[in-house]
């Protein structure tokens, strides 16, 4: 046997690049579902954890999973808004404690997270640079999110404006990066955390401007009657809060009206859970605007449907590899046909038919070894980097 | 005999560090408690007793509702077991800054729709929208005697929810406090009660709950007890006075002695109704109280 | 060493047909066949050293009848008696120099291959003047050197008989002869027979005997 490794050994390493193409493609066959498997489990694993460390959330009535993508993974669908009345509305019912979610604005490419300082301790978000959020115009960085943008506590970081040619006036707010979060391997190491009060201020609800009773241009009034002041819009609303002009900031209308995209709910127990829950089953089905889901259901809804559609991948990678292996059985097959020489020589120096047949099997044998070898390392490379390759193939 | 001293030396030094060590433990587990005002610092003092510290860390000599903490402050605040605020919009930094709502006790909300609107100043707004008041809740609730007895309700209840073993504790603090409240409150009613509608001036739109519970005749003015108003204020006043003919200026502090004659001038006393929202010098809320209710009692002969 | 009696055979739906009355070699002989293409002259050597088995009469080869033996047999007796030379050499060339040589050693286990087959293999090729190309792949080979690096191969098992098919066909006038040289000495030196498929005349006379298989058409051979 050892000879005919020996020999086999030699044929394979000769026509190097027959054997790594054979190589190549046999691994392939192997490590493709197998590292589907891996990554579709540690993907499962990871949308679960989050979802199910998410107890309750209320939002919009509408599609559950726009809802809470947006609200666990900050996704890019922002569901329809509700305003801080949904808060008040879970407040007072005193089964829960309401974490208000604005997920809406962007800076620079990350997600802007508005929400308030009830979020970091109920995510375990510990703060690895600088402070926590302090001042309106404050943000605090994840941590991916800080060393892609380079950006430490001190800096500024600018919020984009919604729409290119953003005509409505939302100007760009200038954020101080107040600290940066220690790493976590989920959805927060990407956002920019403000709170929910300055994602108002990025939204133009909350501004600060001169005192119009110091105003003395003109052009800046329209009009002064009855103790009221009517600016114009000439009047510059400041881009940036400063401990100089944030006595100025103000808000317009009732804080109940402003608008966020979700709350999560964190109810007292389980009981309160459930009566919770029944307190959005309204006997008038439509006069309930509001849903309240549990993202732990949702993400097991999305995941069944995805795992639906890897069946229909896995029948998908069974037909290929199945035509790859006949591709490399008739690759095999022919390459015999041009060895028949060779085979003939064997033979009228003496070697057996079954001694003919073992020496070919030393290279299929060398060839599949070497796979094996090769689908190992793969699959123990993708074992160890699952977590950072699932978060950056399929839960950015 | 120097050994049993020297020994006897070593084990009061054991006692003494066994004994911090204690005080330390028990030190920690006390709530820190911050306020935004004085009353509630006060009356979270007097309910929490030694469960708690409680911190008012405004300066003296600012009025706590337009106070802004600088960043130390803040975080000070946001690492409270529990932050106790006036609701109302009393404090004006609290929109600005990031606090953790969880720990956050508005204190006036069970009374919450029996605040007192009131248009502002200057109010303004952006284009032909329409007209925007800004902070035009009045915000002095614990004035209203009866207000602040639930607002130390609300504060008891919140203290009951982080330490429930010191129910009882609490729950008997609470009510000694609620009664010296409304017995106060009883008091200033019946003084007021003697001459109901008897016109009176404020040198600050700060009374409005007082003037309400109390049935004062009340009418404000935007003074400062410290400033000598301008001759339109002046000219302002006497055309309130000319509808509204008050004998009394009550301020809210000890007026300037300039302001004071003026004022005689044209028929008015002065008295001070401290509205007692940071620490006093001297006393305690309760003390300041009280001393505004014999001040009244002047008012009301 | 070599005794055919009434030989008859022909490949399967061939319409080829070889008839050999009697033939002979002797021990240690160096016999040259010669004839026309397509005579049988290759055939005769397959039948000789056991590839294939005639449809009638019987091959002796050093006293065993060869063509009555197994295919196992006929392969187990090829390899310890009979060493081939082919025209085109037939070397491996995945296999180094050295590799081709012992090559019979590593696919039957009739042959031990050790130390000594190595160090005999080191020697032969020595002599072959290809002791210094023993890593070469034989790709890098001219056609003469190739053709030793078979001889080596047909040599080293020490066979009784060795059966050259055309071993000078495709080298150059200069090699013919050295190659030929090569044979005689190693054919001389250990005692062993040759028989040798050729077509070059020229070199006829250094051969004993020349059987022409022309005659075996014709049935005049002996």
Redesign the interface.
Known sequence: MIDSLYVAWRYVTFNWARSLTLIACVTLIAVLPLSLELLLDESERQLLARAETTPLIVGAKGSSLDLTMNSLYFGDTVPELISMAAVERVSETDLALPIPLSVRFQARGFRVVGTNLDYFDYRGLRIAEGRNLGLLGDCVLGARAAAELGLAPGDSLLSSPETLFDLAGVYPLKMRVAGVLAPTQSADDLAVFVDVKTAWVIQGLVHGHQDLRDVTDPTLVMDRSDGTVTATAKLAQYTEISPENIDSFHFHGSAADYPITSVIAVPRDEKAAAILRGRYVSVDAEAETQQILVPGEVIQDLLENIFRIKSVLDAVIVVVGTATVLALTLVFALSLRLRQREMQTNFKLGCSRATIARLLGAEIVIILTASALLTGLLLAMVTHYDEPLVRALFIH | MPDVKHTASLLAIALLLILAQLRTAEAEDRLQVYAVNYPLAYFAERIAGDLAEVRFPAPADVDPAFW?PD?DT??AY?AADLILLNGADYA?WI????????RLVDTSRGFKDAYIRQ?A????????GG??A??GVAFTTWLDLSQAAQQAEAIAQALTRKRPAAKERIERNLQVLQSELLALNERIAEIAGANPGRPLLASHPIYQYLARRYGLNLRSVMWEPDVLPSERQWAELKGILSKHPAKWMLWEGTPAEENVARLRALGLASNVLDPCANRPETGDFLSVMSDNAKNLEQVFQ | MIRIRSLGFGYPGNAFRLDIPAFEVQQGEKLAVIGPSGSGKTTLLNLVSGIITPNAGDVQVADTAVSTLSDAGRRDFRIRNIGFVFQDFELLDYLNVLDNILHPYRITGALRLDGTVRARAAELAGQMAIGDKLKRRTNDLSQGEKQRVAICRALLPRPRLLLADEATGNLDPRNKAHILDLLFDNVDSHGATLLAVTHDHELLPRFDRVVDFAEFQSGAAA
């Open positions: 802004m960043a803040i975080t946001q004006k929109p600005k800054v990031s606090l953790p709502r969880s248009p100043g200057v109010s303004h707004n952006h284009g032909p007209e925007h800004h902070g």
